[in-house]
T-cell receptor, first 113, second 114 residues
């Protein structure tokens, strides 16, 4: 009953460093998403993937890249981290027939100094 | 585009008090509406949903009614408990962007005290 698993849970980066956030789901969902959560801003969509091999930009894609490695895994990469990317990042997945029923990971708290 | 507006928090209540968290939306067509809850240190999880006008979603004592005439989906609970302390997000799925994706409000933090 793992659901959506994200790693790492916490990370501190220096400005300019790169890192990849990993996400995997075991529910056989086609659609996967990356959100960031900031105080007063709610959840904002960074990128999403409607199926293996496809990715699309969301509301705030600048400074990020994604890879849909296979049906299970969807990674988020920061090539050159900036303090403005300090946030809590959530991965989620949904069934095709009910895009409103999203399953979320526990989040990654990222601090860029 | 689609948007969700919900009341700012934090909302602080005593145990057994009545809870209302307001939510209004803007969307083309007929969106589905949701309330998600985020407990401390966790990801979001679905609390309840309604897919058409006048539907009432309910779960764990929480209720919300889809009001198309007022474009609202207010969350209510008759008697809150300390364990209800969390952040509550109103959300919708619409057709903006062609993907039928979730659009979230900014969240309302609820603190329930003894």
């Amino acid at each position: 009953n793992a659901g959506v698993t994200q790693t790492p849970k916490f990370q501190v980066l220096k400005t300019g460093q790169s890192m990849t956030l990993q996400c995997a789901q075991d529910m056989n969902h086609n659609s996967m998403y990356w959100y960031r959560q900031d105080p007063g801003m709610g959840l904002r969509l960074i990128y999403y993937s409607a199926s293996e091999g496809t990715t699309d930009k969301g509301e705030v894609p600048n400074g990020y890249n994604v890879s849909r490695l296979n049906k299970r895994e969807f990674s988020l990469r920061l090539e050159s981290a900036a303090p403005s990317q300090t946030s809590v990042y959530f991965c989620a997945s949904t069934k095709d027939r009910d895009k409103g029923l999203a399953f979320f990971g526990q989040g990654t708290r990222l601090t860029v100094v | 585009g689609d948007s969700v507006t919900q009341m700012e928090g934090p909302v602080t209540l005593s145990e057994e008090a009545f809870l209302t968290i307001n939510c209004t939306y803007t969307a083309t067509g007929y969106p589905s509406l949701f309330w998600y809850v985020q407990y401390p240190g966790e990801g979001l999880q679905l609390l309840l949903k309604a897919t058409k006008a006048d539907d009432k979603g309910s779960n764990k004592g929480f209720e919300a009614t889809y009001r198309k005439e007022t474009t609202s989906f207010h969350l209510e609970k008759g008697s809150v408990q300390v364990s209800d302390s969390a952040v509550y997000f109103c959300a919708l799925t619409g057709l903006t962007g062609g993907g039928n994706k979730l659009t979230f409000g900014t969240g309302t933090q609820l603190k329930v005290e003894l």
